[in-house]
């Protein structure tokens, strides 16, 4: 997920801070599964209904999410209402096809 930018040629525009994302995604019901980061680790993974968002170490406020969906008829609805809310849009990064 990614910011709309406002205009062409723009880059991308944050999401939020790191913690307002969190808690954004924490509304939809998405958040850590309690286990320990590891030391070494680049990204940081919350699930969620149908879904698993990776959130990249490091960057704070996020200027992108990657979310690997595992079962769409779950997720797509979560993910469609986010978007709208947040004024976020998706990218397919296998087709480029944009959503939101």
């Given at each position: 997920?990614?910011r709309?930018?406002?205009s062409e040629?723009?880059?991308?525009?944050p999401?939020?801070s790191?913690?307002?994302?969190?808690?954004?995604?924490?509304?939809a019901?998405?958040?850590?599964?309690?286990?320990?980061?590891?030391?070494n680790?680049?990204?940081?993974?919350?699930?969620g209904?149908?879904?698993?968002a990776?959130?990249p170490?490091?960057?704070?406020p996020?200027?992108?999410?990657?979310?690997?969906?595992n079962?769409?008829d779950v997720?797509?609805p979560?993910l469609?209402?986010?978007c709208?809310?947040?004024g976020w849009q998706?990218?397919?990064?296998?087709s480029g096809?944009?959503?939101?």
């Amino acid at each position: 997920m990614q910011r709309k930018p406002e205009s062409e040629g723009e880059g991308l525009s944050p999401l939020g801070s790191r913690t307002a994302v969190i808690d954004m995604l924490g509304s939809a019901n998405t958040a850590h599964d309690g286990s320990p980061r590891k030391p070494n680790a680049s990204s940081e993974f919350l699930y969620g209904p149908g879904l698993i968002a990776e959130l990249p170490l490091g960057q704070d406020p996020l200027t992108q999410v990657m979310v690997q969906v595992n079962d769409a008829d779950v997720a797509w609805p979560v993910l469609s209402r986010l978007c709208k809310k947040q004024g976020w849009q998706m990218v397919d990064v296998e087709s480029g096809q944009t959503f939101g």
